[in-house]
Structure formats: structure tokens, C-alpha cells
């Protein structure tokens, strides 16, 4: 179906698939497949990553948009905000749409469906002022069972360097990209924006406190500047008995920004 005021199209979705779900302590409402890729909390936390400072920061664009869960929560905390989002799976993106309505942020979210490899993607290079995403997190190995959640969770045809140069070229210049990735795949992302983008900050995500090395990194940086990495303290997510600690909590329940950003 089509929304006649914004022309956003909702694709069908069967109602028995679908779960209802509340992030932001009830302000983004979210459906997502009961069974296949779901939101966590690593969309939530770079949502939380994003400020606007000025007009110039304004024009968002989350590459691998999913349900919508990044994009909608930088819609609900930051007013000015204008998303755009992609997504390549055809399930993912009738919920993505749906969501848009859902939350009543179709006149500042609008879903695309395509492929970053497609160049008929209606998306013109350079024309955001900042680009975030969610990248597969995984090169290879066991496959999911589950399609849509290998799809979502594993490299296929658009491996992190192509995610990551996707970014680049749809960011304008001196705008800003910011990812979520695994730690142990800092390296690499690192070396794939060095002298294409700087004034990187890195800002681990730790699961406890007294954990040997952190599980996902923010990485955020510039394009076409040259200035230094800054290496922040992060955020620890659980107590000992694996609780949210309550900094966290309140995070993860308040359309607030990440401390330090």
C-alpha cells in the first residue's frame, strides 16, 4: 500500500511473523521478524553516536538500515534530523516502511530499497552530511540457518570494503561517517579509511568491565581531513551478573546522546 501524503510504499507483511517491539523507553516503536535478523543493541548505540551542530549535519543516510532501528532513533532524539536508508532484503525493508508509519516519521525517514552494488540506486554521491551504518559483521564460516539473518549478519557480495567506500562516496566532503563493527576487525577498518578520511575517533564498547578486550567499536571520521585518532574510554555494558549497568539502562531507555559524543 502507499501513503498518499509522503508516498512511501508498505509492503505486505504477514502479521503472524512480525514482533512488536519498544526501544528508547517507548518512543521508537519497532516490528522486526519473529524469526530472522532482530534489532540490537549495536543500532542503538550508534544512533546514540550521531549530533547535529548545524544545518550542514542534517541529511543522514544509514546504510543497511534493516527494520529501521539506527535511523528511526536519530529521527526521535534529533528533530532536524533527515534519514535516509537502505535496505537490501525485501522483508527487512516492508518492515523498515512500516516502522516509518508506525512512528509517524515519514515527513524526515525515507527507506530505499536497493543494493550499495546497484548503480541505479537512486542516491546521489556526496549529497549527505553524515553516513552511518551496520555492517555484516562476519567474512565467512557457518552460515545461519535462518536467510535473512545470514544476510544481515555476514559479508556477501558488498564486503566492508565495499560497505565502507560505499559510505565515503555518498558522504560530502569534511562530513562524517561513523560505524559499529566488531573490535577485533579495527585494523581493518582503520586501514580502509586511512587517507581518505581522518579525525577519527575510536570509542570501544565493552561487554563488563574487567573484560580482556572490547566486543564492538564505534568508529567515526571525517572525509578528506587529516587530523589525529583520538582513543575514547567507551561505555561497559553489564555488570558482573550480566545486568545492564545503570548508565546503560538509561541510555538504552532515553533518546539520549552516547557520552563523549
Not at 511473523?17 to 518512543?27: A, E, Q, T, V
Not at 532513533?73 to 532536524?80: D, F, H, K, P, S
Amino acid at each position: 500500500m502507499v501513503n498518499a501524503a509522503t508516498r512511501i510504499e508498505v509492503p505486505d507483511f504477514p502479521e503472524e511473523r512480525i514482533s512488536h517491539d519498544f526501544l528508547l523507553g517507548g518512543s521508537v516503536v519497532l516490528k522486526q521478524p519473529v524469526d530472522g535478523y532482530r534489532a540490537a543493541v549495536d543500532a542503538v548505540l550508534l544512533a546514540a553516536s550521531v549530533s547535529i551542530n548545524s544545518r550542514r549535519d542534517e541529511k543522514i543516510l544509514d546504510v543497511g538500515a534493516a527494520v529501521g532501528t539506527a535511523g528511526l532513533c536519530v529521527a526521535r532524539r534529533l528533530e532536524t534530523a533527515k534519514v535516509t536508508g537502505v535496505e537490501l532484503q525485501d522483508d527487512l525493508y516492508a518492515l523498515f516502511c512500516r516502522n516509518v508509519m508506525e512512528n509517524d516519521l515519514a515527513e524526515r525517514v525515507t527507506p530505499i530499497h536497493g543494493d550499495i552494488n546497484d548503480g541505479s540506486l537512486p542516491l546521489v554521491a556526496e549529497s549527505f552530511d553524515q553516513v552511518i551504518s551496520n555492517p555484516p559483521y562476519y567474512a565467512g564460516g557457518t552460515r545461519p540457518s535462518n536467510e535473512s539473518r545470514a544476510k544481515a549478519h555476514q559479508e556477501g557480495t558488498a564486503d566492508l570494503k565495499d560497505w565502507i567506500a560505499f559510505c565515503l562516496k555518498m558522504v560530502r566532503q569534511k562530513g562524517r561517517i561513523t560505524l559499529v563493527h566488531r573490535a577485533d576487525h579495527l585494523d581493518r577498518i582503520i586501514g580502509l579509511l586511512h587517507g581518505r578520511a581522518g579525525d577519527m575517533t575510536v570509542y570501544p564498547i565493552w561487554s563488563k568491565a574487567d573484560a580482556e578486550a572490547p566486543l564492538r567499536v564505534i568508529v567515526s571520521a571525517r572525509k578528506g581531513v587529516a587530523s589525529p585518532l583520538t582513543m575514547r574510554r567507551g561505555i561497559v555494558l553489564h555488570d558482573e551478573g550480566g545486568a545492564y549497568l545503570p548508565q546503560t539502562d538509561t541510555l538504552l531507555r532515553n533518546p539520549m546522546a552516547l557520552p563523549g559524543f
